[in-house]
């Protein structure tokens, strides 16, 4: 039925831009990396010395303890032990695990890239943290139990009450911070929009981590985010097709994060491009190294070209993209984009003011006014940063990868407000330019936005000039401040990773008030976040084996075993320092395509199987219990020649690591016990791996079609088969896996002498068989109540 109703065309609302210079370097020859670092910290601490101590002026002045009036102290050097005094200057950390060049240097022999750290904090020795007061005089050790109370960071400028005890020590009482800089009235840039008297109403949309890695993984979701921009699917409130202005039609400008090319498919560097693109073979410790592949930059350009004629896009740079890694980074530059960069501003004549275009590549960090309010962000690199240093309790012990630190990651963010220093811990810990007259990533005026894109989820809160800092406060679910407070008013927005959620937000450009369009491809984070705590907080019993998630306690006694050059050359593995194995430990642990657990020996009581899910005893995975790992590593197969529809596979990995208990049993039955546990827990292992990764979520489904199954939902993923690969001299471990089914898919090994085997039946009725044939008996599922 055609109907003869003409709908009135759509239009989108103006963007009113006006990006700003604050962080763009200069060009050329006039760029030099040769001077020294520390001007940086002495330019901050002389730029925000008198903010703090006029802070601590009105705090502090006529304070006295038992009569004695606290004096003001300029420099650290002169304080005096026993007298009751304040001073300003530059906190610096020194943490056990912060990275260290000297160390770095004595590392010949490794081959192989670190994984990131989680925490710069030690867990088993958190004494070993030393907080210091540093001017251009030297440096105060900071004591007192006010410092657990207000977490710090390397590069914040504080003031700092209290006195010097016998030790040498400042014992802290109170500590101030500079609190916001002066803000801007909006329009002040732009006093024709500040004469109009009709509000825009139009709203500036925010994304980050697009994560684009030119697979079929990323069109589901790219083509749904297309389609919203460009009002092809409606207004989600009023339906599709009534005659309704579109709400992407009150877009006025969409803001990229960073992080728009994805790190999860590499090439071969070997490879000479005849060959098909493979994902590299899983190693226990990384992947290796990758040459260039133009196919995610290509897509994104496509992307950019599509939606340009119709909205103006601001992009900046993240640590995935094609740009300089240290801070600031400049904007990507237009020879990326052969599509888009039709819509960039032209080269400016001599003399002129160059003007933005309808395609800004900007920097990260960036500052700039949208519709009138100043905005302030970064692709995320200073939060995740800042959160190395600090210790937020997490209840379930999932760690950044999980929901668990969005509320510390909101703190943060406001501290870095009240600090008026947005990248504090650059240049000591984050990679950064050495500045010689300026420091700008000091703040010297306080935006009206503050975001940071490539965050675990989305969040919000809106702070105020005078409240106290928070940083170990309560919640920041708030409601906007009263409009009667004159004061600085700061919205502040973590902007999540659309690989991982879909989530699009969207900030109305008159009130700041905020809403999150979600796609529909991506997992319900509430049933991410059950499956990330079931599947970290279950041990195996049975009466040969006990498996438990690797933890931090198990880290020394792992790390004794793989100093065995016989157990590297097994695992093709590289030697880690300690505090190496303490990042690796929390990357198995949270992960979502990692499963991992450590073997130990079975618990002192025979538990049958009754279904008990009674907490096991600190002691019984004690390191003198522990015998060895097992893991069970996520990955996607696009079949030799990518003419197959794609698979997800489980590639195990399994160590008995001293000699004395191999050949006991224990091999044998910590994997037939992790077999009935993947049996078991498929769809969630699936559903967790599926929800937070676009390219499986891509393979799931094309595997699901191809099989003529439901393919989504809790309970719809499967793996194609369990892999595993093992060296042809490897006699016994061949033969343990072939005794449980797995086959051998070729009949002579790999370039690297490995067979794969692999077994596609996983039903539990055989892996029970298995169990009952081995002698091992009463399997059952344990709460694991230990936190990692």
């Not at 697009?210 to 697979?215: K, Q, S």
């Amino acid at each position: 039925m055609h109907s003869d109703q003409e709908y009135p065309p759509v239009y989108r609302q103006p963007s009113h831009y006006n990006p700003l210079d604050t962080f763009k370097l200069p060009s050329g020859q006039e760029r030099h990396y040769q001077q020294q670092y520390g001007d940086m910290y002495f330019l901050r601490l002389a730029k925000l010395k008198p903010a703090v101590e006029k802070v601590a002026v009105e705090a502090w002045e006529g304070f006295s303890i038992a009569g004695e009036r606290a004096r003001r102290v300029d420099r650290v050097l002169d304080v005096r032990q026993g007298e009751l005094c304040w001073v300003a200057g530059t906190i610096y950390m020194d943490m056990p695990l912060k990275p260290n060049i000297l160390d770095d240097l004595t590392k010949e022999n490794f081959t192989l890239a670190p994984p990131p750290r989680r925490t710069y904090l030690d867990p088993a020795h958190p004494e070993l943290t030393q907080v210091m007061l540093e001017d251009e005089s030297g440096r105060l050790r900071l004591t007192g139990s006010m410092l657990q109370s207000t977490q710090l960071a390397t590069g914040a400028i504080i003031a700092v009450l209290g006195t010097e005890n016998a030790n040498g020590d400042f014992e802290a009482i109170d500590i101030k911070v500079p609190d916001l800089a002066p803000q801007p009235r909006r329009w002040e840039q732009d006093t024709t929009q500040a004469s109009q008297k009709t509000p825009a109403k139009g709203k500036i949309a925010f994304v980050s981590g697009l994560g684009i890695t030119g697979t079929s993984g990323d069109t589901i979701a790219l083509d749904l985010l297309t389609d919203y921009l460009l009002g092809y699917m409606g207004s989600p409130s009023s339906g599709d097709n009534d005659g309704t202005t579109s709400d992407a039609s009150k877009i006025t400008r969409l803001i990229v994060a960073g992080n728009s090319i994805g790190t999860s498919m590499t090439v071969d560097a070997n490879d000479n491009g005849a060959g098909p693109k493979k994902k590299n073979a899983p190693k226990k410790y990384g992947y290796d190294a990758s040459a260039y592949n133009a196919s995610p930059i290509t897509e994104l350009d496509s992307f950019l070209a599509e939606i340009l004629p119709s909205i103006p896009v601001t992009l900046m740079p993240g640590a995935s993209d094609p740009a300089n890694f240290s801070l600031p980074q400049q904007g990507i530059h237009r020879a990326m984009f052969p599509q888009a960069r039709a819509y960039c501003a032209p080269p400016p004549a001599g003399g002129q003011a160059p003007e933005p275009g309808w395609f800004d590549s900007v920097t990260n960090p960036w500052e700039g006014d949208v519709e009138g309010w100043r905005l302030w962000g970064s692709s995320g690199q200073n939060v995740d940063d800042v959160l190395r240093y600090l210790d937020f309790a997490d209840e379930y012990g999932t760690g950044d990868s999980a929901n668990g630190d969005a509320e510390a990651r909101m703190k943060i963010m406001e501290a870095m407000l009240r600090w008026r220093c947005a990248v504090p811990t650059a240049p000591d810990t984050i990679w950064s330019y050495p500045f010689q007259t300026d420091d700008p990533f000091v703040m010297q005026s306080c935006p009206h936005i503050f975001f940071a894109g490539n965050q675990p989820q989305f969040k919000t809160a809106v702070i105020e000039g005078d409240s106290p800092l928070r940083l170990n406060g309560g919640d920041t679910e708030m409601a906007d401040a009263d409009e009667d407070k004159s004061g600085p008013r700061v919205r502040l927005l973590s902007i999540p990773s659309f690989s991982k959620t879909g989530e699009l937000v969207l900030v109305d450009a008159e009130t700041l008030e905020v809403e999150v369009v979600k796609f529909g491809t991506f997992a319900d984070p509430v049933h991410q976040r059950t499956y990330t705590y079931m599947l970290t907080r279950l041990a195996i019993s049975t009466s040969t084996v006990l498996l438990v998630p690797y933890s931090k306690w198990h880290v020394p006694r792992y790390h004794e075993w793989m100093k065995d050059e016989e157990i590297q050359q097994a695992t093709a593995s590289e030697p880690l320092t300690l505090e190496e194995e303490y990042a690796m430990q929390q990357s198995w642990r949270q992960d979502p395509d990692k499963l991992t657990f450590i073997i130990c020996l079975p618990t002192a009581s025979s538990h049958q199987d009754t279904g008990s899910s009674t907490p096991l005893r600190p002691e019984d995975d004690s390191p003198e219990r522990m015998v060895g790992d097992i893991n069970l590593f996520l990955r996607i197969d696009d079949g030799e020649e990518g003419a197959s529809a794609p698979q997800i596979i489980g590639e195990i990995e399994l160590m008995i690591a001293e000699k004395q208990n191999q050949r006991k049993g224990f091999g044998r039955a910590a994997l037939l016990a992790f077999l009935r546990y993947i049996v078991d827990h498929e769809a969630a292992i699936l559903s967790e791996f599926v929800g937070r990764d676009a390219a499986a979520a891509a393979a799931a489904a094309a595997l699901a079609l191809s099989k003529g199954a439901a393919g989504s939902g809790a309970g719809g993923w499967r793996f194609s088969c369990l892999s595993v690969k093992i060296g042809q001299a490897n006699v016994r471990s061949l033969a343990l896996f072939e005794s449980v089914l797995f086959r051998k898919i070729a009949d002579e090994p790999n370039y690297f002498g490995e067979f794969e085997l692999r077994r596609t039946d996983l039903g539990r009725e055989g892996v029970d068989e298995a169990l009952g044939r081995a002698g091992v008996r009463g399997y059952t599922i344990l709460e694991y109540g230990r936190k990692s």
